[in-house]
């Protein structure tokens, strides 16, 4: 489950403490009423010790019981203070550590159009070319900006002759784990595309567990919640191929191998892939900020951004966000996949982790990914 520090209530205020100079006046003012009211309404002589009890002693002892209760008032009240702080320090120190949990990048697998010419999409998008040009889809008869692959037919014959290729590389990927660690597998596959467990999963060589009714970034988000304290690996498999498409848009298959913990043979570039932080009211302030605390990043960090889907590209609100909260990430620093890509559906999210991780091992230097789940 996503999470919101909003959830966490405010610490509560110390009680007000009794002020002692206030106290001693009005211990004073009832001595003086006792005083008065003992020589007003004495009938006996005033001499007697009678007399001085009602007139001081029994003042006093009324003045200090109630200070006495105002005391034990205050002490009863500062101690629930101190309880109540003490569980909402500890809660929000239990949900920012859990919400600064991450993944080692394990290996990855990525089909699109870019790659299967040898070109790598992070340069394209970076070099912002080449720019989407209009091409015919497989279901349509008029040309589209889109990006395709060059294979014909329906798309889960298309999906099926990657079948091989993809199977071998996730096989290769899966040999490099511990034997004793567990894998979860998630498929994130778009509408109209066959579920491929059938025919994929008994070429796969190793045993895996699957997370079933998930998509999206909410899988990283659940196996970090649930799998983190026991040594596991994260296999995400995601597909977006289009009998007939709309424009910019773009398919791709990838394949997102991930760890809960450093391999013995993780090499020293590798990269971490922090918690996503999943936003539905489209603040993007509140989103960025969470984003740089989960990453453990100073406002200052030297960041490049990642952007695929909806008007991300073209809002203001990802600028004015950047600009207090990430103010060395700039719009020229962020890449628009899109534009050399297309939106690649329910890919893009794990194609735009895959294109910052690569950069990220290249450049030393942290990437922010942002995506918009519908392209409008």
């Known amino acids: ?3 919101i520090l909003e959830r966490i209530p405010e610490k509560k205020a110390k009680p007000p403490r009794p002020v002692t100079s206030r106290w001693l006046i009005f211990g004073g003012v009832v001595l003086a009423v006792g005083l008065v009211l003992t020589f007003l309404f004495w009938q006996g002589e005033r001499s007697d010790p009678g007399f001085w009890l009602f007139a001081v002693v029994l003042p006093v ?3 200090g019981a109630m200070f006495s209760a105002r005391r034990a008032g205050y002490k009863y009240l500062s101690a629930g203070q101190d ?3 003490r569980t909402i320090n500890t809660r929000h120190a239990n949900d920012k550590g859990r919400g600064q949990r991450f993944a080692w990048f394990a290996g990855e697998y990525l089909v699109n159009a870019l790659e299967r010419n040898h070109v790598a999409t992070q340069a394209a998008a970076l070099a912002k070319k080449p720019v989407l ?10 040309p589209i900006r889109h990006s395709r692959l060059v294979e014909e037919g329906k798309a889960p014959d298309v999906l099926g002759a990657y079948q091989h290729e993809a199977v071998e590389r996730i096989n290769l990927l899966l040999n490099a784990l511990p034997e004793s660690m567990t894998c979860y597998l998630a498929l994130d596959l778009a509408e109209g595309l066959p579920d491929i467990s059938l025919s994929w999963l008994p070429k796969i060589t190793r045993p895996v567990i699957r997370i079933r009714e998930l998509s999206g970034l909410r899988i990283l988000d659940y196996w970090l919640d649930s799998h983190y304290l026991k040594p596991s690996a994260l296999l995400v498999i995601s597909a977006q191929l289009n009998d007939v498409p709309v424009d910019d ?3 791709a298959i990838s394949v997102l191998l991930m760890t809960n913990c450093r391999l013995k043979d993780t090499p020293p570039e590798s990269a971490r892939i922090h918690r996503p932080q999943i936003n539905h009211t489209g603040d993007m302030s509140h989103a960025l900020r969470h984003a740089m605390l989960w990453a453990g990043l100073e406002k200052d960090a030297t960041l490049r951004g990642w952007i695929t889907g909806g008007t991300l590209a073209s809002s203001d609100s990802l600028n004015t966000a950047s600009e207090v909260y990430a103010p060395e990430l700039t719009a020229q ?3 628009n996949i899109d534009t050399v890509a297309g939106f690649a559906g329910v890919t893009a999210p794990w194609q735009a982790l895959i294109l910052a991780t690569r950069q990220c091992i290249s450049d030393c230097e942290a990437q922010l990914v942002v995506t918009e789940s519908l392209p409008d």
């Open 333 to 335: 620093r962020y890449v």
């Open 1 to 3: 489950m996503p999470v």
């Open 133 to 142: 040009q209009p091409v015919k889809p497989r279901g349509a008869e008029k």
């Open 61 to 63: 002892l009324l003045w």
């Open 249 to 251: 848009t773009g398919e």
């Open 83 to 85: 309880a109540a702080n």
